[in-house]
Each structure stands twice: as structure tokens, then as C-alpha cells.
């Protein structure tokens, strides 16, 4: 079909019209083709009034399941560039395609519009309406959230709440309802409107009084009287501001100006803001905003030194990258090396087979875990490689292939990459791998070499490591064990794009120290990287200060679990490889961990694992950095609510890190709450190696009988936390904020004196 827009003068117009206008074309409508296996589907996509959904239009499914939230687009893009698209083998010009992929499962939903002109209003469209979310303010968030209970609490549609709907909506909010309460609440929001008792409800503007009651802070109001004093009025001047953010926050670098900026940013008086005062209501929101959250905002920039070498870095590293789900009948998808890239993960493994027509793919070898083209996967590592940060990504091929389909992987990866491909040869004056800031923008590929070329084919004996090996099924024990019996043939071209990461077998810390070089690395299973960080924990720190290892799963988990990275960060190991496709404790700690350094994949590791003369012991670390770590758990701000039922929360912390270190507390559990449940518990840990502790809080609704359910979840490292009163936002099974789900804690670390 022609194109509306196929001539530049077309698209410099489209550039130019007004955002008002687009949105409101986006209202009325457009018909796309939405692509479902090998057909196709006509149908008319809009956007909501209140631009919170996109909904299509006819369709046979519920109001639920034709609608989608545009909070849950996490990407829209433009083209062919989805595996359903890539199967699709109907031509269509590249303008007229686009497709949504949605948080949490990179799930995708593939379009064909009638006009080019359609598809790129509408691509830059929801990509407008999702810049304006991510930048809203704190005052805009909480207008929103009222604006969105309002309409929820509406259910017969009429623009008021009337006693019940509000009932019903506290229900929905997770608070148990005490009709005398909710009459009292709703005469408050309503004693300045003079309504019969036969009006008895309330409108919008009415409903915001409402949400504030309901929504008081009591806890925020202690605290904030704490420092005011004596004024009547009760708000800050500048000195009673700066007083608490010296006592409280820890923050003696404050000055007048960083106040007012934060008085400017969430006064929501204008007669306090212009008098450069602070209310109880502005130091809510101060408390709800970014420079107020657990995470010290500093380390949500690349803050560490980057130029040091490759091994002295902790590596945000993934495996089996191209599967969705389990290892062995679960899906593969190119979606998911997008998902692990944009997540800051900076190695991504390749399981290489050959493929029909000499075109190589990529699978869960000996497994019914489906297939997916090797050129295609490069494809999405070059476009999405360096979206999250400019520092170098590491490529790790299990190769199976034969030499000639081995040449066509080469050819591939040199063909697309281009310039990003790392060639440059190792020179004798090099002594030590080349740093990251060295690598900006750089892809390494990580595999075995041949040790003297002579010609094309020519043939060593480097083995065919295949991690299959450690799987559970006795036939693929066999195969693989018959495989790897004899020399692999290796070919030339692909040995040659080798240069910093050759993989090695490892046989001891001694034997690798004598006879490999800086650029040479081992891959360990999971068992035997544990084993030696248990039992050699002083002997790996000091091979991980010089060469690579890299971790991974063991082959009996099947269904794809993880294992626990905290004790092989504390022997050094810089690529613990996890499956990122499985959320759990295992990858909370992960993200966790890689969130700090500008979530760029790569965080410098502890001066004592990177100095030779260091001498840590993980199993035996001293008092060096021995603290005191204080959590009071203060109070619980409207959890997700997870059933028909009011849930009953507590919240448990645990720290890892060393093993001495390990710890878990919780508090109590409030019942029927889960709006605003208040604690007031504080939780003591005794920490020995700071640098290396995790601190995960957990919240979980407690059950008399069954499994206390999750409700939601924030692991941060314990250097990355700011001292003081702190909001932390909660997190969802597959790490998506639960705005506005919100922990509230007062953070205390006290250094222990090392006693002569």
C-alpha cells in the first residue's frame, strides 16, 4: 500500500506538528493491522481521554483485556524489528510498522498501519505521553493518584462518590472499613459544601479533601514539629530546615541555596514558597522525592573510578540470555537480550548450533527450547548494546557450530558490529586487561582460540566445554560426553574476533598462574565456583585480581532458578552469571547490587579484593569496617493489594555479604492494614565488611495457614544508603516500581572502635 509520507517533505511536517494535535488524533483513532501468528487483524487503536490506556476497538475480549496501560509500554518501536515481524512473511514497507513491548515479559504487540504518516504519529505519540510520565513531579504524581481513585471510586459513572463507592474504594485501597469512620471522613471532606443529606456525595474537588484525610502523614508530623520551634504556624524558616538536615539526614554540606531549591521544588503553598518556608504538606513531598530516597543520589551516577582494569569490576552478566522462561521447552527470543541489555547487563551468552540454509541459531542445546537465528540476535545486540551506558559488552559463544557455519558467524558479527567489534591484537607491553573507559562502546567476544594458525582450517585441541554437561538427563550426559572426547575444529575467522576474553579450561589457581596470561579466562559451574570460594576464598581473590572468571547456574536447574551471586562477589569473581528471565531473591540481589554506579554493568570492586597485598579472607574478614547498622521500620505507605482480602504485612530484612555477616529480622504484623500500617520497630545488625553487604527489605502478607505472600521488595547495597529518613519504593516481583507503594525508615550507622 502507498505511504502518505514517503517523500522527506511529508516527514519534515509530520516533525513539526503540534503535540496537542497528535494527541488528539491518537483520541480518535487509527486502524492498524495487528499481526497474531501468520494473520492478521484489522482494528481501530485509541487512545483514552485521560490518556491512561490505549484500547482497541471492536473487540470480542472484556474491557480488561483490550486495553492497555501506557505506564506498561516500556518501548515503542518503529520498523520490523520483533520476532513475530521477522516471521511474518507478508511484505510491508519498514515505515508503516511499529510495535509496543510491554514491562515484565517483553511481551509484544505488532502493528501495520494503512500510512506510514500513522505509524510514526503514533510512535512519537506514546513516546511524548511516556517522557511526560517519567518527568512528572512529585505534586503532579499525587494529583494524578487522586484523579485516579476518584475514577475508580466512581463505578456508576455519575462525576461523584457517594458513602458506599467510598466504602468500597478504602476496601479496594487495603483498609479495613469502619463505617463511623469513613461518615466522619466524609463530613470533613464535605463540611464546607451545604448539601442536603439526599446529596450526600462527593464531588472531585470534595475528594481531594477526602484523599488528604485519608492520606495524613501523623509519623511526618512528629517529626516535623520536632524542628519547629514554637511557631504557631507551624512551617520552617531556613535555620530549623537546615537543622534538621544536619541532626537528622547526616547532611552538614546543606546550604542556603540547596534549601530554598528544595523549598521551590515542593512548597505547594506559593505565599510559604515566596517567603522561602517550608510546610508540614511540602515536607511530605521533600520526604516522597528523589533527594529523599534510600539510594544516595550520587551513586545513581557513574561515581567510581573507570579506569582501572577489566578484572578489577564486578560485571552485570547473564545467562542463557536468549530464553524467556525454562531450559528446557521454554521459548527463545531475541526479545530477551533486549530486556537484558536495557536492564545494564553487560555479558550476554550465545549457545551457537547450526542452522538450516548455513544460517547458525541460537538454542538450549539437547532441549525442545525453540530457535532463533544468530544473525538476528546480533542484529538486536548492535542497536541495543550501549542504550544503558557506553561501557563494553561482553559476547559469550558456546560454540557448536560446524567451521563453515562458524564462518558465517564471523562474517555476521564483523559484518554488522563493524567498528564496535573489539580486533586490537594483545602487544607484549601489554601486562594487564585494558579498562572499561578504554573499551567505551566496544564489543568483546569471549570463546576459545586456536594457538598457531596455519591456514583456514586449521584444527587444536580446544575442547567443547558444554555446560549441558552438568544436566541432570543421562542422554544428554552421553552426547555430550561423546562430543567432547575428541579434538574441535575450529575455524580461523571466528578464532581471530578472540582477543581479550580466551576461554581456557582451569585445572588450579597454581597451574593457571604459570601457564595462562592476563587475556585468558575460566568458566565455572556453580558447585565448584561456590566450592572454591568456601574453601579457597584467599587463593581466588588473588587469580580474580589478574584474569576473568565467569560463574553460572549448575545444569540441574532445569527450571531455569538461580543461585545466590553474594558469596563469589566476595571471592572476586567478576561475571556471576544469572538468568535473568527468573525473577526472584536471587535476581533482587543482582539488580540490587548493579542499581548503584549509574546502573552502568560494571562497579569497581572493594580496594581489599583488587590489592595483592590485601590478604581478605572472606571466611575470616577482622574488624577493619565493623558498624552497627540501625533500621527503624517506621510505617507502610497503600501496598499493592494482592487478593479480595485485607492483607495482614510485615516486613523482614536481610543482609548478605560475608558469611559472618549474613542476617535476618523482622518485625511484627499489622492486621487488616495494608494502606498505612505503622511499625515503629527498629532492627539492629552487627555488619563486619560493609562494602560487600546487601540489605534486602521484604514485605509479606502473613497467612495463619499457607504461604505469607509477596507484596513487594527493595534490595540496596548497604554503601549506597543515605543515613536518615527515607522513603524507599517498593518493587514488584520482576523489579517494576508498585507506585505508589512506599516503605518509610530512619537509617542509623555507627562505626565500632577497634579496641587496641
Known sequence: MASRSDDPATRAQLADIDKEEIIKRLK????????????TFVRKLQLENDMMYVEWNPSRKSASKNRYLVKDIKEVRPGKATDTFRKYKHEMSEDRCLSLIFAGNNKTLDLIAKYAEDAILWTNGLRAIKKQMANV??????????????????TDGDGTVDFLEACDLLTELNIKVDKAWVKSMFQQAMEKSKKSKEDYAMNEEEFVTFYDVLTKREEILELFKRYDWGNDEVFWTLDEFKNFMH????????????????ITAYEPTPALKEATLLSCQGFKLMLLGEESSLMNPLHKTVYQDMTQPLSHYFIASSHNTYLLEDQLRGPSSTEAYVRALRLGCKCVELDCWDGPDDDPIIYHGHTLTSKIKFKDVIEVIDRYAFDVSEFPVILSIENHCSVEQQKVMAKY????????LYTKPVTSSMTELPSPDKLKNKILIKGKKLKEVKSEEDEDEVSDEDEAADMPDEEVKKDVAK??????KLAKELSDLVVLCKSVHFSSFEQSKENYTFYEMSSFGESKALGLAKENGKDYIKHNQWQLSRTYPGGMRTNSS????????????????????????????????FQQNGNCGYILKPSFLRNPSAGFDPENPGNESRCILEIKVISGQQFPKISSEIIDPYVKVYIYGAPCDWNEAKTKVVKDNGFNPTWNETLEFDIKVPELAMVRFLVRDYENFGTNEFIGQYTIPMTSMQQGYHHLHLLSKVGEKQLPAT???????TPIKKTP
Open 137 to 154: 513531579d512529585v505534586h503532579s504524581l499525587r494529583d494524578k493518584y487522586v484523579h485516579e481513585n476518584f475514577m475508580k471510586a466512581d
Open 28 to 39: 480518535e483513532g487509527t486502524e492498524f493491522s495487528k499481526i497474531r501468528g501468520r494473520k
Open 247 to 262: 541532626m537528622e539526614q547526616s547532611k552538614t554540606d546543606v546550604d542556603d541555596e540547596w534549601l530554598d531549591k528544595m
Open 483 to 488: 562430543k567432547q572426547s575428541g579434538k574441535v
Open 562 to 593: 538461580n543461585y545466590n551471586p553474594a558469596p563469589l562477589w566476595n571471592a572476586g569473581c567478576q561475571i556471576v552469571a544469572l538468568n535473568y528471565q527468573t525473577p526472584g531473591d536471587e535476581m533482587d540481589i543482582y539488580r540490587g547490587k
Open 743 to 749: 516503605l518509610f525508615v530512619n537509617i542509623r550507622i
Open 413 to 420: 558479527m564483523v559484518d554488522i558490529l563493524g567498528d564496535k
